[in-house]
C-alpha cells in the first residue's frame, strides 16, 4: 500500500488538496472525505513519512465533534462538556449539558486559530467549504459573548468568571453544587484564550471585526478587575474555588464577600500557573504581592530525573501526576520562548513517550473519563491519578486507561512522533467513532469508554494548529509586558533547576541531562479481547 504523496506546499489552499490516504474514496465530488476507520488504514511508518495527511484526515473526523447539541449550543454560543455515544452503533445519545471556563477556553483557542487563518482549523470547524468556517465561528462568538454579559447581569457576584455552568438553556445559570462558588484555574485559562482572542480580531480588516473586538475586550477588562478581589488574598494565596457571600450582589455591594472555599490554594506550577502570570501582568499588584505569588509555588518546583529501564537520566520537573493534561499553559502563553522551559518540557516528552515503551504501554496516560460500563451504559467516573508515578508527586496512580489526547503536548514538540502515539491508541478497537476519536481505552482492550469530551479530543486538535502562544505573544509584546513574561517565566525554572542556588544562565545549560535522547515510538498494540468497532465506524 503505496501514497501518492504530493509535495506539501504550505499555502492554506493547497495544504489539504490532495490529503487523501489510500483507500479513500476518490473521483466523486466528495474526494475530500476519509473514511471514518481511517487509522487502520495507516501504518506507524506512513504517519511519520506523511504526517500532514494524517493531520488532514484526522481533523476532518474531529471536526464531527464540532456540531450543535454536541460541542456546543448554537443558540447561546455556549460549549457542552461533550457527548455519551451508543456502545453498539457510535451515534451520540446523552448529551453533557454543562461546561466550564476550561472547555469555553479550548473552543475559544480553537476559534482565534480560525480567524487567523489556519488551514487545519478551517477544516476542522468547516470541511466542506473552509472559507466558511470564520463567518461561523464569529457568529458563534458574538452570541457567546452576549450569553456570558447576561450571565453577569443575572450574578453579578462572579464578576465575570464563570463556574461549572448549565449550557443548555439560552440563559447559563451555575450548575448543581456551584452555586456562590467559582474555580481560579479554568478561569486562567479563559482569560488567556480571550485575550488572545481579542488579538486576533483586531488584527483583520472585516466588517465587524472590530466591533466585536471592543466587546471582547470590555468584558475582559471587567473580569480582570473583578478577579484580584474574587481569587486574591495576599501573601501569595490564591484561591483554588472561591465562596462567593450571594451570586446575586455586585462585586463591590458592601454586603458582597469572597473567602477561599477551603486551604486549597492555587499555588501549583502546572495550568494554575495561568492565573499567577495575570495577575502579575495585569493585576496592578504591589512589587511584593507580585513577588509572594512565585514564593508560594516554590516548593512544589522541583527538579527531578526519569530513569527507568535503560532510558535516562532526563532531567524533568516534576508533575502532580505527570499527566499530559497538566502543561496545558503551554498552549496559551509563550513559555516555549524561554529556552530553558522549552528544553526543560521537551525532556517531559523523552520521559513520556519512553516510558511507555520501557513499561510495555501502548499508549500515555492523562486524566481522563473512566470506561464505560456496559450494563448500566454508564462512565464509571474520572481518573484524575493517571501519568508517571515516578516523576510525580502523587506516586499513587490508576494506569489501566490511556487516552488519545495524551499525546498533544508530544505533538507540540514533535508531529510525526506525537501522532504514530495518537495512531496507535485510536487504533484500538471502538477507539474511532462517527464523531472521529473515543475518549479513552484500557491498556489490555477489555473496555473503552464511549464518550466525546473538548479535552480528550480537541486539546490534540489545538495542538496541531500550535496553541495561541503566538498571538500571545504579539499581544504582551504590544502591551509592553512581554520582556517581563519573560523574566518571571526564565527565573522561576531557573530556581528549579539549579535549587535556589543563584547561578549564571549558562552554567544552567550544563545541568539538564538527557537531552540526546530521541522520543520514544510505539513498540506495542492495544490487544484485541473481542470489543466490536462502532457499527458507525467499521473498516
Ligand atoms: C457586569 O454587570 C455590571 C452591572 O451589574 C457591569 O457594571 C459590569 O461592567 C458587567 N461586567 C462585565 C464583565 O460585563
Ligand atoms: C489597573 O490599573 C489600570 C489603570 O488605572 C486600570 O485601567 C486597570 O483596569 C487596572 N486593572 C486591574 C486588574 O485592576
Ligand atoms: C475505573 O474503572 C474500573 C472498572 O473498570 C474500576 O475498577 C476502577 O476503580 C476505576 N478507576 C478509577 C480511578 O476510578
Ligand atoms: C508533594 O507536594 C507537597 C506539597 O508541595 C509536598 O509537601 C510533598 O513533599 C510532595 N511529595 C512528593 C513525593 O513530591
Redesign the pocket.
Known sequence: MKLNHPALTLTAGALFANALPSGSSSGSGDHDAPPCRFALKWSQEQVLDHTDDFISDLLYWEGKFHQDGIAYNAENGMSYDGSQIDWVTGEKTEKHSFSAASKEALQIMLYSRTIDGSPEAARFISPGNPKDAPNKVISIMEKKLKTYQRFNETYPGFGGALPWMVTNTVDVSPQDGWTNRVPGLDNGELWWSVYAWIHALEKINQPGYQELAKGWKTWL?VT??N??KIFHRGEGVVCAVTEIGDQALPVDDPAQTYKCESEAVLNDPYEGELVAYMFHL???LSEEDKDALWVAKRPQLVNDEYDMGGVGPITVERGYWFSGHEPWKVLELPFYDVDIIRRVYHNAERARTCNSVVTKVPGLFASVNNITDVETDTIIGYISPAGIPSIANQTEQYLEVITPYASWPTILFDKPVGLAWWRNMVAGKKMQNPYGSTESTRVDGEGVSALLTWDSKVLTVVSIIGGVGDLARERLQADGVYDEFVRIAELSRIRLIIHGVKREYSMVFGDLKGEDIELCLPSVEIPDRGLKDFTQCEA
Open positions: 477588562d480582570l478587575e478577579m484580584v495585569f493585576g496592578n
